[in-house]
């Protein structure tokens, strides 16, 4: 059996929190319609495929870069890492992995990438919804702590009560530093 792995990752935008990724490996049974880019999908409608997609899984993993690494690394490099990361955390290592984008990590076994990939390739489909559902609990959960930026609504997200909560807060440890809008605030 030839396995395969999909990796995507949830996060880069936001000015605050981690990048999370992570990647999946499906049995060759694996059918579960609706499978397509997190991000064309309602928050409902992701979170009860997270728990099929779990259920189903041959297994799955995570990998996150915090804060601190994007800054050192910057956001691209950060993301590599933390693919990387979930690949290897794969309690099975799979003999291929696809990711989804325009590069791939430095990885140990074949890697393609797929532009697109999270809506035309099930394991990529897969690993964007429960990377997305894993990123948007963390930051409601943290949200608790921090309540005037909102994170539980546009998880870490540049929107306008997060920026007017940046002006008059300030800066938390979970914010990017080297994120322009958190830098000019520095």
């Not at 955390?89 to 003999?95: C, D, F, I, K, T």
């Not at 140990?108 to 797929?114: K, N, S, V």
């Amino acid at each position: 059996m030839n396995l395969i792995a999909g990796v995507d990752e949830v996060g880069r935008g936001p000015l605050a929190g981690p990048v999370v990724t992570a990647a999946v490996v499906l049995p060759s049974s694996f059918n579960l319609p609706g499978l397509t880019d997190s991000k064309k999908l309602s928050k409902a409608r992701r979170i009860a495929l997270d728990a099929l997609i779990k259920e189903q899984a041959l297994c799955y993993a995570f990998g996150e870069a915090s804060c601190a690494e994007i800054d050192a690394l910057n956001i691209l490099q950060a993301t590599m890492l933390a693919m990387r990361r979930a690949v290897l955390a794969l309690e099975v290592q799979p003999h291929a992995v696809k990711v989804d984008g325009n590069r791939v990590p430095d990885l140990p076994m074949q890697a393609a990438a797929i532009v697109g990939g999270d809506g035309k390739v099930a394991e990529i489909s897969a690993a964007s919804i429960i990377a997305k559902v894993a990123r948007d609990t963390y930051m409601a959960e943290l949200s608790a702590s921090f309540p005037a930026y909102g994170w539980e609504q546009n998880s870490g997200y540049p929107t306008r009560q997060h920026l007017a909560a940046l002006s008059e807060f300030g800066v938390t440890e979970h914010h990017r530093k080297s994120f322009a809008p958190v830098a000019k605030l520095l």
